[in-house]
């Protein structure tokens, strides 16, 4: 199951800068963490979870598989690109088929890096494109209604609710504000996905600092932490020429260059869990003396679906899932201690999985 976040920034944000950082980072990675570069804007990256490498440990896993997330490094954004600007119609293409935003704001003055603006203001950055997105979804939105009226006289009952969707987002949008603040009921949740706004996408914006406010921010981030703050959004303070020269050492030398920088991890690690954390995702685990795994599942996942995530015959075969949970399998050194301690239980289809479950399926084939 992939899940992707799109990478987006007006021109000479730092945006092509991090995502440099995060696939070199990935690469260095390689020789214990799967990784691939599907195109030359397209880079999978492992999920930092120091859980993974603790229950290996336990196991004595001989191979340690991390969780996944890709990154899509999409094409800059220019004003106009709603009327096919730029690289307008391409850029909103890519939005669509991702998952969630990460959108990257300059918040560094440097007086040799132009703004395309010829200024630098990250909340004014950030109204530049959350105003094309609007832009598109209204038009997409009006030409979507309009194609709904004849199914509407025919009484077609999913025309009516796409309809009653799509008005509601048109209402929200016409006010000046995104799509993902339309409240929506659990029974329209599928429906509202389905209509694939680009505004009801979850916004993770990403600050892109100096060197030496990369550990606290600054009055830039500052301002970008307030909007998100309004909008119900994530934000996370990173420093894309940090990123960059840490992505080019060794473990140790990473290690001491952070510790130099007054930083307790890399930039790419926080930005990666909250990318994490913006689509409301869980980790649950396999363990084996073979290999340890990690499996991505949203939250909220019953046990049959997440079997389904390895194999497709696991869910449909699901008869149980033998469950311990992470703390009781570190706690008592195991898969076995913890059966002995009666810290193992059978879990059905109803089961609804945890995050840090440690989990055995039994199905039929």
Request: charged content about 25%.
């Amino acid at each position: 199951m992939g899940f992707k976040m799109g990478i987006v920034g007006l021109p000479n944000v730092g945006k092509s800068t991090l995502f440099n950082a995060l696939t070199r980072t990935a690469a260095a990675q390689a020789a214990n963490f799967p990784f691939c570069t599907i195109e030359p804007n397209v880079g999978e990256v492992a999920v930092p979870d120091s859980r993974l490498e603790r229950l290996a440990e336990i196991a004595g896993s001989r191979q340690v598989i991390p969780t996944r997330m890709t990154f899509v490094d999409i094409a800059g954004l220019v004003k106009g690109a709603s009327k096919g600007e730029g690289l307008g119609n391409q850029f909103l293409a890519n939005i669509r088929e991702v998952d969630a935003i990460a959108h990257v704001l300059r918040c560094f003055e440097e007086a040799d890096v132009t703004h395309v603006e010829g200024r630098v203001d990250p909340v004014a950055d950030a109204e530049v494109i959350e105003t094309e997105l609007m832009l598109a979804d209204l038009e997409s939105i009006e030409k979507r209604r309009a194609g709904l009226v004849r199914k509407l006289k025919g009484g077609d009952k999913d025309a009516a609710q796409a309809d009653r969707l799509l008005a509601a987002a048109q209402e929200m949008l016409e006010a000046g504000k995104p799509a993902r603040l339309v409240t929506v009921d659990e029974e329209d949740a599928r429906a509202w996905r389905a209509l694939q706004l680009l505004t009801a996408k979850p916004i993770l914006y990403v600050c892109n600092v100096d060197e030496g406010s990369a550990a606290t921010g600054n009055a830039f981030s500052a301002q970008v932490a307030a909007l998100a703050a309004e909008q119900g959004a994530a934000t996370v303070v990173i420093s894309a020429r940090i990123e960059e020269e840490i992505s080019q050492l060794d473990a140790e030398e990473a290690e001491m260059f952070l510790d130099e920088m007054g930083l307790e991890e890399p930039g790419l690690d926080r930005l990666i869990k909250a990318g994490y954390d913006l689509l409301n995702l869980e980790t649950y685990f396999t363990v084996g003396p073979k290999e340890a795994r990690a499996w991505t599942v949203p939250a909220g996942t019953p046990a049959p679906k997440a079997a389904g995530v390895i194999h497709g015959d696991f869910e449909k075969g699901f008869i149980r899932a033998e469950t311990i949970a992470y703390d009781d399998f570190v706690a008592l050194g195991g898969e076995q201690a913890a059966k002995e301690a009666g810290k193992m239980r059978a879990e059905g289809k109803s089961y609804v999985v945890k995050d840090g479950d440690v989990l055995h399926f039994l199905f039929n084939t």
